[in-house]
């Protein structure tokens, strides 16, 4: 009996110090208070109960914060407890059993094929290796654009920022650009891309209540349309290793193999992989590569063309270092210092991953004077960190790159500073994003080209809803016409 109560009082000051929350319906918890946009839910309870909010969504429990020093504690002072991640749904049978790195709980896996990524794909020589390709695809998207311009059609913008960074993503992974060539493959790749990213990025009640999954599934559907896609994936990604292999072998047969590994595929192909691991990280830079760096692209284009003198800087800054004959070129993008200010503004106000990659605890910790029970969820709200009025000042739900310029002429700015968290496109820690410099550079010189190479001009008032998703997209996609700057010749 003493036991008993013993064990009763322990769980209720357990209980007790759980950080502060809105109240929570029986069953379903908290879930019914978080609607179509969980980012600005999420914030709302910070501005209601303070920098961390417990929420329990179902029967898992789960923390939210804004807050940069709540931040600092889970993603770098405790950043060993906070590295892991939920088994969700589709980001569980999307990554071939939690097999990848985006979606994999913390363990020697995730490690040993974290470290297979960023020492063998994503290193700075490999980057640079393929400047080259980011170069014709950046002239591709600048005749892709002038044709249109030239015909007087609309630019759906969204549109050929896809075919950008799809292509820039696809010559790393698979050596060859797929939009613009084959349009049967291309349509298949990016219908596939599509459900992907909308299968993992909506908020699906199944994972927040197990014991009524099959009822859920029922229902909406969503684990029948996941095993649906899955099958199909993995027959396209099949199809592109086999293709590789036959390759491989034919150079095996021509030069003994002493040619150089020329895309990711024949890099995981070399160092003997299970082919579902292979095949995991294939879709975690699918995935990781394009959506985020053209959702970007789109936000930074749709608040300069709203905001006319914004455009007008960058271009003056433009045609002072690159000038109008030429275009720009990647080494350019150091000495543009205002277009920087744009691309760290845009990630401020439009972080592309509004709440990371949702993080779990391993264990039982402390935080802020509060109890966090094991596997907790975590749900870091980037989106609102970057609007934080405390943080930014009353002013922080405006534009204005300016804030970003340095106090001294010649003084250099960084897209992104070291150690900061006030601005978090990229998460930090653990986890961080090891796709920085690619997402980056793709940003800036998408952006560089497209305000040195045209005028644009919206068709209306640009509408700046959000719809959620992994990636935080335009509800209304950007439509704008485009006026040629620079000489035919050029873009040829
Ligand atoms: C502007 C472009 C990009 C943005 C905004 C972005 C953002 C992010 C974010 C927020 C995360 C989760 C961080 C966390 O959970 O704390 C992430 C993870 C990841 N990203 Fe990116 N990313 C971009 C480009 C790329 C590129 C180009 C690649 C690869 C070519 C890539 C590969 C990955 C991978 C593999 C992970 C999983 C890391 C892990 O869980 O250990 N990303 N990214």
Known sequence: MSILLLWAAEKRLRVSRLPPGPTRWPIVGNLMQIGILPHKDMAHFCSSYGPLVY???GTVDAITTYDPAVVREILVRQ???FASRPKLVSGFQLSYGGRGIAFAPMGPQWKRLRRTCVEHLLTARRFESFA???A???LHLMRDVREKACKGEIIEVSQVLGAFTMNNVTRMLLGRRYLGTDPAEAAELLSLTDQLSCLQGSFYPGDYLPLWRWLVDFFVGTEKKIREISRSLDGFLQRIIDEHRQAIEAKNQTDGGRGENSDFVDVLLSLQMDVREIKAIMLDIFEGGTDTSAVAIEWAMAEAIKNPKVL???REELDRVVGPDRMVRESDLGDLNYLRCIVRETFRMHPPVPLLVPHESTQ?????GYDIPAKTRVFINAHALGRNKRVWGDDADEFQPERHLPA??????EVLRKGELEILPFGAGKRRCPGV???MTLVLLALANLFHGFDWEALEEIDMEEAFGLVLRKAKPLRAMARPRLAPALFQ
């Open 55 to 57: 929420l329990r969504l």
């Open 79 to 81: 950043d060993d407890l």
């Open 132 to 134: 080259g390709n980011r």
């Open 136 to 138: 014709l695809e950046a």
């Open 312 to 314: 007008e800087r960058a």
């Open 364 to 368: 039982a910790t402390e935080l802020m």
């Open 408 to 413: 001294a002429d010649g003084e250099k700015v």
């Open 437 to 439: 410099t690619g997402g």
